[in-house]
């Protein structure tokens, strides 16, 4: 039977089902243990989620207000001064936000126009891209440089025009583990010094980076602060990804465009969880030992696979690790990270997908946001291979 209207345009024809959902799919067909996608399988601190409850038998389940509940706002400008020196105002320069993709989409919906072009470091997380082209921006490429992963800003110096609206940073990155450093953010404040250029970082994983280095937020830098959208993840931060809670700083004339988007996006994120935070980030500031406690797991995966053909560099920060292949197989990666789920049992991701046009450089990353059995059952089946 015919469906009408059957002259519809996609708006976004190159996108199908995320790499996520495909790779934890064909790990659940195999049974595979699934270290694609990123989430952790250990619980979230049963006293927050005590809190929680706690909030939602108070009566505390309607609506929140659409800016988030004041008392999260202020604990998270309160630990903004502490961790970065950055002061922000509670009512005019941080909203809650549904998770760390929605204020993402937020931000870029607020002030990109049609034919305003963005730069995006590649590889790239997948939700940048089609949010930029579903505003009618343009995404403008600059390469990643191997074997650390870290920008080249000559290169995006190289692609900056009179049409930049946005450059688009992600520190600790994911998918490659690596992080920026105060150089970098000189030479990105040096770059966009006396343009209108407005920065979007992306810094989910704050508080997971290894080897004794420093998260260096845009907010450590007054000049990019005050041009800056700087993105964070509750879901990161307390193994909880979801409840897909998130909350954006930005200068007041940022955040003022920035609300009457996510208004008509989401209006409001979940009420109890808000409550139930502010509560918990006053009283704990266990997000202080996420970085010793990742770096652990980081150190037990490589252990364990450091007898393998598996070659790698141990990942600066996120829960991500990159294994170079190539003395496997030659196979492209999409191809090998599917064979290494049905026949070997064990689900990566290809890096090669955070490309707009396919890089193959035999990476596959994996997740090591997992108990210790768990990864020591998969690295046990990449040593077999």
Known sequence: MPKYPNNISSKLPKVGTTIFTVMSALANEHKAINLSQGFPNFDVN?????????KMKSGLNQYAPMQGVPQLREVLCEKMEKL??????????????SGGTQAIYSALTAIVREGDEVIVIEPAYDCYVPAIELNGGISIYVQLKSPHHKIDWNDVKRVMS?????????????????????????QLEKLVKGTNIIIISDEVYEHIIFDGLKHESVCKYPRLAERSFIIYSFGKTY???GWKIGYCFAPE?????????HQ???FCSNTPIQYALADYIKECDDYNELSEFYQEKRDFFLKQIKDSRFKFIPASGS????????????EKDTDYAIRLTKENGVASIPTSVFYHKPIDNKLLRFCFAKTDDILKKAAEK????
């Not at 004339?253 to 988007?261: A, G």
């Not at 829960?319 to 030659?330: E, G, M």
């Not at 990449?382 to 291979?385: A, V």
């Open 253 to 261: 004339n940022l955040m003022s465009e920035f609300r009457k988007v």
């Open 84 to 97: 970065y020196g950055a002061k922000y105002h509670p009512d005019k320069e941080i909203n809650i936000t």
């Open 162 to 186: 009179s049409h930049t609206k946005v450059i688009m940073i992600n520190t600790p990155h994911n998918p490659m583990g690596s992080v920026m450093t105060a150089d970098d953010m000189k």
């Open 46 to 54: 049963p006293k927050l989620v005590s809190l929680v409850n706690q």
């Open 264 to 266: 008509f996006i989401v």
């Open 239 to 241: 193994h909880a990804t």
């Open 319 to 330: 829960y991500f690790q990159l294994l170079n292949y190539s003395a496997i197989t030659n």
């Open 382 to 385: 990449l040593c077999k291979i």
